[in-house]
């Protein structure tokens, strides 16, 4: 599932399972993104900087429940929005 594919909590056709693996998806998504820039950063403080966010996402990853659709979709559209910026000041 991409960024672009967000399932809407709101729709009561959209199942929970749909709405965790969308919210997995995008989290895998920023972890990976966040890892390559900490690989990336020419200094140790923004290696740091990067890598803490990547374990940020990890953590609230876990501590999310399965079944909560609000935390869900709450975390899917932030990061959603955090990767589309990190797409838009990366070069291409």
Known sequence: MTVSQQPDEADPGTSTATLYDAFL?????????????AESATTEHDHDAWW????QV?????????HDRAQLTAHTTLWTTE??????????
């Open 58 to 66: 990890r953590d609230d990853r876990q501590a999310v429940p399965a």
């Open 25 to 37: 998806a995008t989290a895998n998504q920023l972890i990976a993104r966040y890892s390559h820039l």
């Open 83 to 92: 990767l589309t910026k990190l797409r838009a000041n990366s070069p291409s």
């Open 52 to 55: 803490r966010r990547s374990m």
